[in-house]
């Protein structure tokens, strides 16, 4: 079984920098921009339409944006599809294991405690069922693994492999609490933070099995659905 040194596909300079540019506007304004925007409407959308709207505006920018590196990266999967299959099966069973794991572990240093993003997307789903599966299981995961995988870890991977996976995890961890700041104690965005370790992991691996971002997109579907049918 052929085993990938280095990470074939790949942006192009004006992806980067395009990619990297739209990221932190999505970051730091998008989100207060279209608050503002629906404040301002005749008939605002509920909370439900607004993130939805938020998930799919963000989709079809990043796929505008780095469409020849998914053309390139769906490529890698025509041309390698068993190793894209073995990927997205090794990945999503590590994914499984690693976060019993670490659900475990926290379960006895923080016993009682609930995801502060996990409650957030409980009550979308309470607002409107099927614009959440759509957002959180369509449009979300090509989004996110193409800034945290393919943005952030691609890179530095060819320099220090380490480095990748410790900033990608970090970064993915961080961006799914950063909104709760100020919300919670110190204490309970730590915690929030280590629970989205393992997906950071088990992600990364699979895009580095696979050669082709698809398979950490896969994986991070599956893992959304799974998690929305748990909260039906």
Not at 73 to 80: A, G, L
Not at 81 to 89: E, G, L, R, S, T
Request: glycine share 6%; with cysteine; hydrophobic share 50%.
């Amino acid at each position: 079984m052929k085993k990938y040194r280095s990470l074939s596909t790949r942006q192009s300079e004006q992806e980067i920098i395009c990619g990297w540019v739209y990221f932190i506007l999505q970051l730091l304004v998008l989100p207060s921009c279209l608050i503002w925007l629906n404040a301002k409407a005749g008939y605002p959308l509920k909370d439900t339409e607004l993130n939805f709207t938020f998930f799919a505006l963000n989709f079809a920018v990043v796929v505008w944006i780095f469409r020849r590196f998914l053309s390139s990266s769906f490529r890698q999967v025509r041309v390698h599809p068993a190793y894209f299959c073995q990927a997205v099966i090794l990945g999503l069973a590590a994914y499984l294991a690693c976060s019993k794991g670490m659900n475990w572990l926290l379960a006895r240093i923080a016993p009682g405690f609930s995801n502060a993003n996990d409650t957030s997307i409980a009550a979308l789903i309470r607002g409107n069922f099927t614009l959440t599966v759509i957002g959180t299981v369509l449009l979300v995961p090509p989004v996110e693994e193409c800034f945290y995988r393919g943005l952030i870890f691609r890179p530095l991977y060819g320099k220090s492999p380490w480095a990748a996976y410790l900033v990608s995890m970090a970064a993915f961890s961080l961006a799914h609490i950063v909104g709760y700041l100020g919300s919670y104690s110190l204490w309970e965005m730590v915690v929030c933070f280590l629970q989205y370790l393992p997906a950071g992991l088990c992600l990364a691996w699979s895009y580095t099995k696979s050669d082709t971002i698809f398979a950490p997109i896969v994986i991070h579907a599956l893992v959304n659905a799974w998690g929305i049918w748990q909260m039906r």
